[in-house]
């Protein structure tokens, strides 16, 4: 039998039982019921959407081992990227134009094939965004590493064919300079050292001192070997195939007009003469008439390296000497 209870009325002084209605004894029960719901969603909340499971601990110590594995992918593919990005540089400013061969346009590098439902099932699955955007670069990678391919495939038969043209064409530097510190000036504008003014620089300026010897960047036909107005002492080189070299500002010139010059042949020296500041050889390449970036033609005397480290010697915003 259930203990009866008890409470003590201050009115009598007495210890009277106590006497629950069943409504009384309801509402009892019906708060229990409450308490103990309410306690159970609290508990059940703290452990289903605050602390994980065993398994969901190590689905997450994967996700996060996955997502460090995919940054270290995207940065290399980067890597790649900008490595891809600098042979083509040189293929479309260096080796295409040796061979007076059209640029390939950057849409064609880059364009890929229309492949939309391919990605939107990858960005249905796990990861998705991290996925799709891997997948898409590396697609892209591949294609510009195919039209790479392909554009050296056809430099090769450029070479093959045109073997002739290769030994006319200027290729080498026109001072000896093989750790590139006689690099004074590069082409694009500069500042005018007599008139102090911006004034676009057609060509290269080498310093050396007077007496340097210069040399034939191509075999070819002196068609000048004189005076020239702003060049003093200077001499022009034509080499066949819509190309001439000219080197200004010489102390002396050794050759003659309408003689012929091999690539390497000394042709004179270093000087200063005409519109000059100091000791130096000022070196373009004229290509149908219309001044070239010399930098692109120096593939026979430089290693990639040097090439890379010229290039970005050459694009010194300095003042020429000329």
């Known amino acids: 039998m259930a203990k009866k209870k008890f409470h003590f009325n201050p009115e009598t002084l007495n210890y009277e039982p106590i006497n629950h209605t069943i409504i009384h004894r309801l509402k009892s029960f019906l708060f229990h019921v409450l308490t103990a719901v309410f306690s159970g969603a609290i508990f059940f909340f703290l452990f289903v959407f605050i602390v994980d499971s065993p398994k969901e601990k190590r689905l997450t110590q994967e996700k996060d081992k996955m997502q460090v594995q995919y940054k270290v992918l995207d940065r290399q593919l980067n890597e790649v990227q900008a490595v891809l990005t600098n042979l083509q540089e040189r293929d479309n400013n260096l080796y295409r134009v040796v061979f007076q061969a059209d640029p390939i346009p950057t849409i064609v590098r880059t364009a890929i094939a ?6 939107e099932s990858l ?3 796990t990861n998705s965004q991290v996925v799709s955007a891997t997948t898409k670069k590396m697609n892209q990678i591949k294609k510009q590493l195919y039209i790479q391919s392909k554009s050296y495939d056809e430099i090769v038969d450029l ?7 290769l030994e006319y064409i200027p290729s080498i530097q026109p001072v000896l300079n093989k750790d590139l510190k006689r690099m004074a ?6 500042i005018d050292p007599v008139y102090h003014v911006p004034r676009h620089h057609n060509g290269m300026d080498f310093s050396a001192p007077t007496g340097t010897d210069v040399y034939a960047t191509g075999k070819g036909r002196v068609i000048r070997a004189g005076w020239a107005q702003g060049y003093g002492n200077c001499i022009d080189i034509d080499h066949g195939y819509n190309y001439v070299t000219r080197y200004a500002h010489l102390h002396e010139i050794h050759v003659k007009r309408g003689q012929i010059v091999k690539r390497g042949e000394i042709i004179g020296l270093v000087g200063s003469t005409g519109k000059s500041t100091a000791p130096h050889l000022h070196y373009e390449v004229i290509y149908k008439g219309s001044p070239q970036n010399p930098q692109n033609y120096y593939y026979l005397d430089l290693s ?3 090439y890379d480290r010229m290039v970005q010697m050459s694009g010194n915003a300095g003042q020429a000497l000329d």
């Open 114 to 119: 229309s492949e939309s439902e391919y990605y």
């Open 304 to 306: 990639p390296e040097e």
């Open 159 to 165: 070479a093959k064919s045109k073997e002739k043209m």
């Open 123 to 125: 960005s249905r699955a």
């Open 185 to 190: 000036s590069g082409y694009g504008w500069r």
